[in-house]
């Protein structure tokens, strides 16, 4: 399952998944550059992480932020191997109405999980080795209950896109999956929700409890590992069995 020797790049490692992500990745032996459009936060983070890795302020929906970034990668570490495109942005439910925020959940989720794929996956596929991870959500695979317009629309959009990818790389060594989260316990997630929510959420999730990032973060490890080489195009749900109905 060792990663040594392997360049690995977080998007949105400030947050609690990329973050634990990066953490496991650094665990299995691999140089880790941690992207976020947070940069004080990130480095706040960063300094508590053991193992070879690097902060790089990069903001994914701009491609030539995305570019800078990994030519500085490459520069430091060396060519990308790993790719986990956790960077994301939510309206919560009913929310996301209005324009501005239409354009921000795509740019962070949509715009940046393409920006980053399409720079590492030729070179990933030059080499015959390469392993993607994109985050989704729990409309990944159809409509979920409570998903704002414009995070349903990220969720299905992503799932395609990485199928997309998978198909075209398969037959080069490289691998292209999504992960589709919901109600993993965090900031951004969980924490945000009001008594009432909270209660109408765990009401929904046939496991009555909510994820943990480790847990999150356990998916990625399998996912980028050498021992998940026939495994591409898949989305992999961690909802406690919420999908079920």
């Known amino acids: 399952m060792s990663l040594a020797g392997k360049v690995a790049v977080v998007t949105g490692a400030a947050g609690a998944l990329g973050l634990a992500a990066a953490r496991v990745l650094l665990e299995e032996g691999a140089r880790v550059a941690l992207a ?3 940069a004080l936060r990130l480095d706040g ?6 193992g070879e890795r690097m902060p790089i302020g990069c903001d994914v929906s701009d491609p030539q932020s995305v570019r800078a970034a990994l030519d500085k990668v490459r520069g430091e570490f060396g060519p990308v191997d790993v790719l986990v495109n956790a960077a994301g942005a939510t309206a919560g439910p009913g929310g996301g109405k209005d324009d501005s925020t239409w354009r921000r959940i795509l740019g962070a989720r949509l715009d940046g999980a393409l920006h980053c794929s399409r720079v590492v996956l030729p070179e990933m596929a030059s080499r015959g080795w390469g392993r993607v991870v994109i985050v989704g959500g729990p409309a990944s695979q159809g409509p979920a209950r409570d998903r704002s317009a414009p995070d349903a629309a990220a969720d299905g959009a992503l799932a395609a896109l990485a199928a997309s990818l998978a198909r075209e790389y398969a037959g080069r060594g490289v691998t292209v999956n999504t992960i589709a989260p919901a109600f993993i316990r965090s900031p951004a997630d969980t924490d945000a929700l009001s008594e009432a929510q909270r209660r109408q959420a765990l009401a929904a999730i046939p496991a009555a409890r909510f994820g943990e990032p480790e847990e999150f973060a356990h998916a990625v490890r399998f996912l980028v590992s050498p021992l998940a080489g026939f495994m591409t195009g898949e989305v992999l749900r961690l909802d406690g ?5």
């Open 36 to 38: 976020d459009l947070d």
């Open 241 to 245: 069995g919420m999908h079920l109905g």
């Open 45 to 50: 983070v960063t300094r508590f992480l053991r």
